[in-house]
C-alpha cells in the first residue's frame, strides 16, 4: 500500500434507545462559527384549550361537546424541535451529494412504479 494512504475500517453501531423522530422541516442557517446549524421539527396540530362536555345523569350520554380554544377562526399548530445538528461547510456539501443520490434513486423507482407523490414532490403533502 502506498506510504501516503491510511486505510480506515469504519464499523457501525446503533444505540438500542436511539429515537427515529418524524421530521416535516428543518430552518436553521450560518452560525457565528461559520457552520451550518439544522433544527429538524415535527409539526402537530395543538390540542384544545378545553372540552366542555354536557353529559346526561339518567344513562350517561353525551349530550353536547364543544371545543374550546384561543381563536376558533385559526388553527393551532406547535412545531417541536426533534434534533439540532451542527455541520461544517464540508460536511453539508457531502450531505447535499448523498441526499442527490437518494433523490435519484427515489426518481429511478418511481419512474417504474405507481407510488402516489413517490417521485413527484409537488403531488406530495405541503409543508
Request: net charge negative.
Amino acid at each position: 500500500m502506498d506510504d501516503h494512504v491510511t486505510k480506515y475500517i469504519l464499523k457501525f453501531r446503533r444505540d438500542p434507545d436511539l429515537p427515529l423522530p418524524l421530521v416535516h422541516g428543518v430552518f436553521g442557517g450560518v452560525n457565528p462559527m461559520g457552520e451550518i446549524e439544522l433544527n429538524f421539527f415535527a409539526e402537530s396540530e395543538d390540542l384544545p384549550d378545553r372540552v366542555e362536555r354536557l353529559v346526561s345523569n339518567a344513562d350517561g350520554a353525551v349530550l353536547n361537546e364543544e371545543i374550546i380554544s384561543g381563536d376558533p377562526e385559526a388553527r393551532h399548530v406547535t412545531r417541536t424541535i426533534v434534533s439540532r445538528i451542527v455541520v461544517t461547510y464540508a460536511t453539508a456539501q457531502a450531505i447535499r451529494t448523498w441526499l442527490d443520490e437518494q433523490i435519484k434513486v427515489m426518481e429511478d423507482i418511481a419512474a417504474g412504479a405507481d407510488i402516489p407523490f413517490f417521485g413527484d414532490p409537488s403531488s406530495g403533502p405541503k409543508q
